[in-house]
């Protein structure tokens, strides 16, 4: 089992830039990849950037592409979500969440049922 815990969200106006952090424990770092999701308020939770375990590939979706970067030190245990150009309909609450399965070369199709450990989440409000 993985621990998560997120820090870095807050309230920025929109066109500003925030950095959201996750650590875990638990479970080798550098074996599984990582994701991060978002819920807005009466929204299902969205799948928003993911990263495989070597940092070698990521994705992202179509929402964020070109002013979201995710990114991992896994010397540090810490996958980051670096977010720029952030527009008031990015406010939800972030999570981090960790693959269940390791060594996983790809993230292409995957939900969010396919992620085992979940934080408990760090709210990102913008402003217009």
């Known amino acids: 089992q993985v621990q998560l815990v997120e820090s870095g969200g807050g309230l920025v106006q929109a066109g500003g830039s925030l950095r959201l952090s996750c650590v875990a424990s638990g479970r080798t770092f550098s074996t599984y990849a990582m994701g991060w999701f978002r819920q807005a308020p009466g929204k299902e939770r969205e799948f928003v950037a993911g990263?495989?375990?070597?940092?070698?590939?990521?994705y992202y979706s179509d929402s964020v592409k070109g002013r979201f970067t995710i990114s991992r030190d896994n010397p540090k245990n810490t996958v980051y979500l670096e977010m720029n150009s952030l527009k008031p309909e990015d406010t939800a609450v972030y999570y981090c969440?960790?693959?269940?399965?390791?060594?996983?070369?790809?993230?292409?199709?995957?939900?969010?049922?396919?992620?085992?450990?979940w934080g408990q989440g760090t709210q990102v409000t913008v402003s217009s």
């Open positions: 990263i495989t375990w070597g940092g070698d590939v990521t």
């Open positions: 969440a960790a693959d269940m399965k390791t060594f996983r070369h790809t993230l292409a199709g995957l939900t969010a049922g396919d992620f085992a450990s």
